[in-house]
């Protein structure tokens, strides 16, 4: 891993997902998933108001930390027996 991928990812670690830079944090009454390995560890993806059938589809999220840059999407499922925490499982276009 490059210096520079190695900060980013320092950068990113207990930040919510798509949120604002001056505005990074958790915000209270939200509901959070912790996203795990992959360009996206360490952040935190609001699920507030998400209905139940999208927690088993996981969420493609967009990055460009990914393998394919700035057009590309990170692959995020649930943990099986640990919801709280979606796993990695791959990278697309």
């Given at each position: 891993m490059d210096e520079k991928h190695d900060h980013d990812e320092q950068l990113l670690r207990g930040r919510v997902y798509g949120a604002d830079h001056e505005d990074p944090g958790p915000r209270p009454g939200h509901d959070y998933r912790e996203l795990v390995g992959g360009p996206?560890?360490?952040?935190?993806?609001?699920?507030?108001?998400?209905?139940?059938?999208?927690?088993?589809?996981?969420?493609?999220?967009?990055?460009?930390?990914?393998?394919?840059?700035?057009?590309?999407?990170?692959?995020?499922?649930?943990?099986?027996?640990?919801?709280?925490?979606?796993?990695?499982?791959?990278?697309?276009p």
């Open positions: 996206l560890d360490g952040l935190l993806l609001d699920t507030t108001g998400w209905p139940p059938a999208a927690f088993a589809a996981g969420a493609a999220l967009t990055t460009h930390l990914g393998r394919h840059g700035g057009s590309g999407r990170s692959h995020y499922t649930p943990r099986e027996g640990d919801p709280r925490h979606w796993d990695h499982t791959g990278d697309t």
